[in-house]
């Protein structure tokens, strides 16, 4: 049974805007805090990410860019489940003083299991992404 799916986070990273958004769009950036993928940063391309199946996740992700407005905003389509629509996840990127503000949002229907995959798996993954950051300084 589908349910919506609704997840807004925000975190803040201690970097350049532009540092968050190369390690938010490089393809190899990628591949260390989300998980292995074909992304490239264009309109339109269609990319998988793949990874380790759980009880929640088949263990890849078919996915689209829709929307790339450098520095500040990406969006995704982002099938990770059988049901008819694909969800979407948002990027949008905001300068503030000693740093940037990353808001995600993943919206859409999707299933139960993918809801609880996807609430407790972003949230390490932005952490993930932030370890990431840190260590492109050091």
């Known amino acids: 049974m589908s349910q919506i799916l609704n997840l807004n986070l925000e975190e803040f990273y201690p970097h350049p805007l532009e540092r968050v958004w190369q390690a938010l769009t490089d393809p190899a950036a990628i591949s260390e805090w989300l998980m292995p993928c074909d992304f490239q940063p264009v309109v339109g ?24 407005e450098a520095p500040t905003l990406m969006e995704w389509l982002w099938e990770s489940t059988d049901v008819e629509e694909p969800t979407r996840v ?4 905001q ?13 859409g229907t999707t299933t139960r299991k993918d809801i609880e995959s996807l609430s407790s798996g972003w949230p390490q993954k932005l952490r993930q992404l932030k370890e990431l950051l840190f260590n492109l300084e050091c």
């Open 45 to 68: 391309h269609k990319f998988t990410i793949r990874g380790n199946a759980t009880e929640n996740w088949r263990g890849f992700t078919h996915c689209e860019v829709l929307t790339l």
């Open 95 to 107: 300068s503030f003083q000693g740093g940037t503000k990353l808001s995600l949002r993943h919206t």
């Open 90 to 93: 948002s990027f949008e990127l």
